[in-house]
């Protein structure tokens, strides 16, 4: 994964200097090419931060090594330098100082502010689908119970984001649909196999 | 885990990369998927700084519509003498061909938004006006929320009380005014 260096041209990826970053049409300084932008100034998180910091840590604790009237709340795991709210840059790695993460950060060292996970629906969706085309080879009863096992999980998944369950319960009803077509198909074949030794 | 309801805003499919758009209360999210691997980067509105919308053709996708063009239609008149390969060629020429038209025609539409630590692209192939209502709902939602939180921050950052400060209890004041006329 790309690692993110902040705004850049939409066109060339070039990196976009302070300078650069304007309302306005903007001309990439790069590629010469035009492109609309909308610009923010999104304001520190210092009062609130500080506020907290004093909130969280009791009276006579450690003071930070960049903010020496604010309390630390926690040490860079990097280089154990105590650190207040205010420096305390987790973006999922742990706590680390500002001079740790821009090394980190420059090393394209540091995991990027995401979340990784399995999509257990498409899961279920794709064993289900399977189950369908293989179904003539005996395979629909257990790719519809690896696709009831991943709906399972997927129902847990959709609940825990509070997202919509159709498409779950209809992946679930067909996956149900193929086991019992499968048995039915199984025991067609026993019938007319003991129909034939007769 | 994202709780909470989120609407799709668009989507970024291409040859190597396929991600949704979304905005929840507080953020713009993207899931980017790689087979079953779903990877989700939020960009919240609090650190936006820069958004984008800019329209391209994508030179990569017209060139390889227009080289797949060109090799079926170039078979395809080079088999003349037998019309059913010629027609199913043609045939298989004809959506190559329009998909490279219609690209050079429409365009897309890129709407691009850049935070501190992640950004999140959408791409309109068809719909140009929610492109625009797409960029113009996350600069308005962005500047809301950055507006809220400078409103705040000064509110916390002002004097705390202007009440003048509160009268010592009725018996102690008794007291001293009792020593004062005592002296």
Known sequence: MQSYEGPSCPRCHARLTADWIQSGTIICPDCNKPFEATAFRPPQRRLEVVSVAAALTPEGANACANHERNAAVTNCVRCGLFICALCNMDVGTGPHCPSCFDRLRADDALSPAATRYRDYASMARIAMVAGLFFSFMFMGIPFAAASLYYARKGFKQLREEGRSKIGLIIIIIFALLEIIGGIAWIAILIVGLSKVRK | ?183
């Open chain 2, 1 to 183: 885990m994202t709780p909470g309801k989120r609407k799709l805003l668009g989507r970024n499919v291409g040859a190597m990369s396929r991600e949704a758009v979304f905005e929840t209360a507080d953020a713009i999210e993207s899931e980017s998927r790689e087979g079953y691997e779903v990877t989700r980067k939020r960009v919240l509105f609090e650190e936006v700084l820069l958004v984008t919308i800019h329209r391209e053709v994508g030179v990569v996708y017209v060139t390889m519509t227009a080289i797949l063009t060109v090799i079926f239609a170039g078979v395809a008149i080079l088999s003349r003498s037998a019309p059913a390969v010629a027609i199913s060629f043609g045939i298989l020429a004809l959506p190559f061909f329009i998909a490279c038209v219609v690209r050079l025609i429409l365009r897309l539409d890129y709407v691009s938004i850049f935070g501190r630590r992640s950004k999140a692209v959408m791409r309109f192939s068809v719909r140009k006006r929610r492109a625009r209502e797409v960029y113009g709902r996350i600069c308005s939602r962005a500047l809301e929320v950055q507006r809220a939180i400078v409103e705040r921050q000064t509110e916390e950052a002002s004097p705390i009380s202007e009440a003048p400060p509160p009268l010592p209890p009725e018996d102690l004041a008794n007291d001293a005014s009792g020593a004062a006329g005592s002296t």
